[in-house]
């Protein structure tokens, strides 16, 4: 068998945070739940993460490749620290070579025999009398009689040093990876600003990641929360919700996300502790080949499901969830109302152009339908019978009539401001009359304008009225 022993270590830096809980299988720390990306095998033992790799070394090409995956990953993730991880064919003995080294792996790890006594965890209550012995390695340790070292030391002693040399079959519990994602990590000093969480976030976010991975999940929608310094008077705690259009599990698209959030958040204090849960996930299986990356739309092809999904939660994010959205067109002669706006969906809509969105319509219509509607028709001055809008207009295309059994009322707050240079509309206005003439024309001041005339009474003169302009 093959096992790695991993062991994060912060910087002496005060930004470095720290577990919440104490680590083991029941209240796993992110570091546990990051390396079951490696394997499915992870265990607490005494005081680091050891992982049993014999079953997924093929996955990886071997240990040089599965150590070179490792470290590269957690380059990529910019945590804070170093990530010591040390081999060895037993827990025991990874572990062991794990503490007998106080930095990075060594070149050439020791043999078995050659470790330092204090590396066996059930040795060191027994060191000081084992020294004065003689005794400062497993070597020598294993040639004692071993019947008087149980009598003087108990089984345990040799139990421990038989697993640890591959005599003895070694049992740990097993990190099963939990229902729902909740973990949160204790900040060593108060982080004041809203950007600095991006440290401990992008931890939660990897161990996250691989929990999504471990259960074939895809994050759907996840709780940031932190605590605030309770010497302050305002709430105790803080955070905001992520939603996501489909099921994701990539990683990078996940801290974009999260770092969106956070450049528009102000803290209200101090924050000590950092937690992330999952508030919904689905079942999401990736195509082949794409198991942690994937690869970018070609230039000018149809924007993939996934992509738009990045897209739009990264626009969300940025923008409120509120603002985006996306316009649908409707069969109305009502000029108003041939558009209406909706939450963007999921995915990309089909067109038959092959791209996302509307198709606009190919009628003679609607070549002469205006770039801007404004919101309500304003009301124009008239020289004679012709109508002026920043001077006098020239009437290009028309008439294109209109005609409803009623126009719908508007009532708005306050009434609708006349054009520049135009008196204010009568009340009510003519604008609600049964048809309306429009006409594509041009302003000396304001370039090409789309205005309609009425006549509300037989014995009244037309009214004009501006609606839109063109871009």
Not at 89 to 117: E, I, N, V, Y
Not at 291 to 306: K, Q, V
Not at 335 to 350: E, F, G, L, N, V
Request: neutral net charge.
């Amino acid at each position: 068998m093959q096992w790695l022993a991993l062991k994060h270590t912060p910087e002496a830096a005060p930004s470095a945070p720290m577990p919440l809980a104490p680590s083991g299988p029941e209240h796993p720390d992110w570091l546990g739940t990051w390396a079951l990306q490696f394997t499915p095998r992870v265990a607490w033992v005494e005081e680091a993460w050891l992982l049993e790799v014999s079953t997924t070394l093929r996955l990886w090409a071997g240990m040089p490749g599965l150590l070179d995956q490792l470290h590269t990953r957690w380059r990529q993730l910019g945590v804070a620290g170093a990530l010591h991880a040390h081999a060895g064919p037993t827990a025991l003995a990874a572990l062991a070579r794990w503490r007998a080294s106080a930095g990075p792996a060594p070149q050439h790890s020791p043999h078995l025999t050659d470790l330092p006594l204090h590396t066996l965890g059930a040795a060191r209550p027994h060191l000081a009398a084992l020294a004065r012995m003689g005794v400062h390695t497993w070597g020598q340790l294993d040639r004692l009689p071993r019947t008087g070292v149980a009598r003087r030391w108990g089984h345990a002693l040799l139990l421990a040093l038989d697993q640890g040399m591959g005599r003895a079959t070694e049992s740990y519990p097993w990190l099963v990876p939990p229902a729902g994602f909740d973990q949160g990590l204790d900040c060593s000093h108060a982080i004041d600003t809203a950007l600095a969480l991006m440290q401990p976030a992008t931890q939660l976010l990897a161990a996250l990641h691989a929990w999504l991975l471990a259960g074939q999940r895809g994050a759907l929608a996840l709780r940031w929360q932190w605590t605030h310094d309770s010497r302050r008077d305002i709430a105790a705690e803080g955070g905001f919700d992520l939603h996501l259009p489909q099921p994701t599990q990539h990683l990078h698209h996940l801290l974009e996300l999260t770092a969106e959030h956070l450049a528009r958040t102000t803290l209200a204090a101090p924050v000590l502790t950092l937690r992330l849960h999952t508030l919904a996930h689905a079942p999401c299986v990736p195509p082949s080949g794409e198991l942690h990356f994937h690869a970018a739309s070609p230039a000018g092809s149809d924007p993939s499901p996934h992509d738009w999904a990045e897209l739009l939660a990264r626009l969300r994010a940025r923008l409120g969830q509120q603002a985006v959205l996306q316009w649908h067109s409707v069969a109305t002669h009502w000029p108003d109302a041939m558009q209406q706006a909706h939450p963007a969906p999921a995915t990309p809509m089909a067109t038959p152009h092959g791209h996302g969105g509307l198709v606009p319509p190919h009628t003679a219509a609607a070549s002469t339908l205006p770039t801007w509607l404004l919101r309500h028709p304003q009301a124009l001055r008239t020289t004679g019978q012709r109508p002026d809008f920043l001077g006098p207009l020239e009437l290009l295309a028309g008439p294109q009539r209109l005609e409803l059994t009623h126009w719908p009322r508007h009532t708005p707050a306050q009434p609708p401001t006349a054009a520049p240079g135009s008196p204010p509309p009568a009340a009510p206005l003519e604008a609600w009359a049964s048809h309306r003439d429009y006409f594509v024309a041009r302003s000396p001041g304001a370039g090409l304008v789309w205005v309609f005339r009425t006549r509300p009474l037989l014995a009244t003169p037309p009214r004009w009225f501006l609606h839109g302009w063109f871009a």
